[in-house]
């Protein structure tokens, strides 16, 4: 499969603080791949310069094989970009500004656009205005996916959506991607419902990636254990303790270390316990290996 998004050594400051640091990452055609950080990490910083509206201090990034600050216009129209507050134009209706779009994109895809905006029940002729914010985001959606994007970059989508319209949302978009095999960068701050749904997860922490890989791999090689609150003093973090969480009655370790690897470093710290694994999904694991504050 040939990489849609290439980024070396990509490093980026605001002003005089460094927020991304030497981040490697490959995208590769197909499938949805989660940008996943806690507010600040970088996520935005790095689809920001996807798309040319930065340039990094250094290193570099490509997109469909051109670099990332000078994406010819032909190039650019195969990528679809998602971002809160993209809808403009709300003075039209919904089937205007479906007339208005598919004037410009030579693959326009009208029925890709109504089957998802006639989900919704909503008559055609109302204005983008008058929608909820969660119809004005399926409208986004469906003018994105109508322009038949080969790379499609979401940027916190969930912003604004209840419940029902996430669900949605995810389902038609997990459809779209099996059936024309495009590619999906995208953020969000709901890790709980991109459990099953996501391909490969990109994870940032301060502007560092800290896991980068298929999801299933990352959830199933890193793990979660308990010890008793008292070896508080006996533990610290390291190559084989990612992070440490502390209850009131006991303390939760998190670490790539499997079982029995575990219980030999705890060992080696004096720590007379055996640990219990804990069962995690995709939110615990990426808590476990970002923190909880």
């Keep these: 499969m040939q990489d849609v998004i290439v980024c070396e050594d990509l490093t980026f400051r605001y002003k005089n603080t460094e927020v991304l640091h030497n981040i490697n990452l490959n995208v590769k055609q197909g499938g949805i791949v989660g ?23 250094s290193g570099k990034c490509s997109v469909l094989g051109y ?8 190039i650019r129209a195969k990528i679809g970009l998602v971002h809160e507050g993209f809808t403009q134009y709300d003075f039209m209706s919904i089937d205007e500004i479906e007339r208005y ?7 326009w895809r009208k029925d890709v656009y109504y089957d998802l ?5 909503v008559p055609r002729s109302r204005k983008i205005s008058k929608l909820s914010c969660g119809q004005r985001s399926q409208v986004t959606l469906g003018l994105v996916l109508a322009q038949s994007p080969e790379l499609l970059i979401l940027d916190d989508f969930s912003m604004g959506l209840d419940v ?4 949605l949302f995810l389902e038609f978009l997990r459809d779209f991607v099996d059936t024309y095999k495009i ?3 995208l953020t969000s701050h709901i890790i709980s419902e991109l459990d099953t749904f996501l391909d490969e997860v990109i994870i940032l922490k301060e502007g560092v990636i800290v896991a980068n890989g298929k999801r ?8 979660a254990y308990s010890l008793p609150i008292s070896f508080s003093n006996a533990l610290k973090t390291d190559e084989s303790i990612i ?12 670490s790539f270390n499997d079982e029995e690897a575990m219980k030999k470093h705890l060992s080696s710290l004096g720590v007379t316990a055996d640990p219990t694994q804990q069962i995690m999904n995709l939110e615990d694991a990426f808590i476990g290996l970002t923190g909880r504050y």
């Design 216 to 223: 299933e791999d990352f959830t199933k090689n890193f793990y």
């Design 35 to 57: 940008l996943l950080g806690k507010n600040g990490a970088g996520k935005s910083t790095i689809i920001n310069i996807l798309m040319g509206f930065l340039q990094p201090e």
């Design 101 to 107: 779009y598919q004037a410009y994109y030579p693959k």
């Design 117 to 121: 905006i006639d989900r919704m029940k």
């Design 164 to 167: 029902g319209y996430r669900r």
């Design 67 to 74: 670099p990332s600050f000078s994406i010819p216009p032909s």
């Design 243 to 254: 992070n440490i969480e502390y209850g009131k009655k006991e303390l939760f370790i998190y």
């Design 183 to 185: 590619t999906v960068l």
